[in-house]
């Protein structure tokens, strides 16, 4: 038995995968800046956008990834967190919660490999499904 809400553990592996993603974009992006002899030991400035000019696109994928994983997963948190504190983050809310990590993993992995767009969107739309099933609970609990 555990003293807390079951809907927290798919927020830590996701926080988790988010941590993945971050290794695999320095993976792949410092060798790339490496063969486009970047200097960064005097690199002053400069954007992303620089970078993705200089690198392979191949190289960017997992970054393009990461940026993705900052975005809409903090509403995933959000909303987990409150199912949470509403004692309401167990059973099919749960399973949805997984349900949505295990889309964004496959999306990850889909972006920062083959990257094809059309699958990624098919993906990406079905964990924001999940992310309006869990707003929907939350909202029927709350009102």
Known sequence: MTDHSPILA???VLVAWSLVMWLWMYAKRIPAMRAAKIDTMNLV???GADLKAAIPAQAQWPADNYNH??????LFYAIAITLALLDFGGGVNCMIAWAYVAL?????IIQATVNRVIVRFGVFTLS???L???TLHAAMRIF
């Open 45 to 47: 400035g400069g954007s």
């Open 132 to 134: 309006i099933a869990l």
């Open 104 to 108: 964004r993993i496959l999306h990850s």
């Open 128 to 130: 924001t499904l999940c």
């Open 69 to 74: 994983l900052m975005e809409q997963p903090t």
């Open 10 to 12: 798919p927020v830590v």
